[in-house]
C-alpha cells in the first residue's frame, strides 16, 4: 500500500496517472498512514471551520492490546501543552474579576518562593520570558505524587536564565507557578478552580486531571516508538504541573 506521500512523488515524476488524492480525502489519507506505516498507534482529530466541526475522525487503537479504537468524542488523551490554553482561560478570568493583577509581582501572591536577582511579574511568568528554567534530564518524566506547592522544590533554588523580558524561555514550570498563585488567591485547589471557571461553563465532560493507575477504559494507554513497534511508556504523575501539561481530554473538547 503507497503512502500519500509515494503517490504525490510519482505523480510529479509521470509514473502515476491519476492525481493524488484532494482536500478531506488526502488529509483521510496521510492520517491512517500515519497508522498504518506504525508512525503512531493511534490519533483522534477534530477541525472546526467558522466555530463548526468540519472533519473529525479516529485512527489505530487507544488500546493495542484490547483492541479499543481510538474515538475522538471518547478517548481521552494527555492534552500535554495544550493545558496551557485551559490555564489560561482560568487566568483570564481572575484576571478580569480583579483577583489577579497580571503585572504584579509573583511574590504578592506566593511570597515564600525564594528571592531571586531580579522581580518577575504574573505576565511574564504567562509569556515565558520571566527567566525560569525548563526541565533538566528526566524531570518530565517524574512519577512522584507531589502538590503543586511542593513541587516548587525541583527548580526554586535555581537562579533565572536571564533577567525578566530580556529572554525567552518555553517551559511548564512557569505555569506550575501561575497555578499556585492562582490556588493562593482563590482559597480552592487549582484543580476545583479550573473546573468551576472554564470546564463546567464550557460544558467539557471529558477534561480532567490524569490520574496515574486509574481504571479508566476511556483513557488511550500511552506507548512509545522504538524500532519495530510500540511500547508502553513508564508510568509518570503530571498532576502537579496540571497547568502546564496534566490534563486529559478529547480532541472533540479540546476544539
Do not use: C
Not at 51 to 61: A, D, K, L, S
Not at 91 to 102: A, F, H, N, V, Y
Not at 135 to 153: C, F, M, Q, V
Amino acid at each position: 500500500m503507497a503512502s500519500t506521500w509515494d503517490r504525490l512523488v510519482k505523480w510529479v515524476k509521470g509514473d502515476l496517472e491519476e492525481a493524488p488524492l484532494q482536500g478531506l480525502e488526502a488529509a483521510d489519507k496521510i492520517l491512517a498512514d500515519l497508522v498504518h506505516f506504525n508512525k503512531v498507534p493511534g490519533l483522534a482529530i477534530t477541525f472546526l471551520k467558522d466555530g463548526e466541526f468540519f472533519f473529525q475522525n479516529g485512527y489505530g487503537y487507544a488500546d493495542m492490546a484490547q483492541v479499543i479504537p481510538m474515538d475522538p468524542k471518547q478517548t481521552l488523551s494527555r492534552a500535554a501543552s495544550a493545558s496551557k490554553p485551559i490555564a489560561a482561560l482560568a487566568l483570564g478570568k481572575m484576571m478580569q474579576s480583579s483577583e489577579i493583577d497580571p503585572d504584579a509581582s509573583f511574590y504578592t501572591y506566593v511570597p515564600y518562593f525564594p528571592k531571586k536577582k531580579h522581580d518577575f511579574t504574573i505576565r511574564q511568568l504567562a509569556r515565558h520570558t520571566a527567566g525560569i528554567r525548563s526541565y533538566r534530564g528526566k524531570e518530565y518524566a517524574l512519577n512522584r505524587p507531589l502538590s503543586i506547592k511542593d513541587s516548587l522544590d525541583i527548580f526554586k533554588e535555581d537562579d533565572l536564565l536571564f533577567e525578566p523580558d530580556s529572554g525567552y524561555n518555553y517551559n511548564s514550570f512557569d505555569w506550575v507557578m501561575l497555578s499556585l498563585a492562582m490556588q493562593e488567591v482563590s482559597g480552592i485547589p487549582f484543580e476545583a478552580l479550573v473546573e468551576k471557571e472554564v470546564l463546567k461553563p464550557l460544558n467539557l465532560r471529558n477534561t480532567r486531571p490524569e490520574i496515574p493507575k486509574e481504571k479508566d477504559d476511556r483513557v488511550a494507554k500511552f506507548y512509545t516508538r522504538y524500532a519495530v513497534g510500540f511500547k508502553l511508556a513508564s508510568t509518570v504523575d503530571n498532576r502537579y504541573k496540571l497547568a502546564g501539561g496534566g490534563f486529559l481530554t478529547t480532541s472533540d473538547d479540546l476544539a
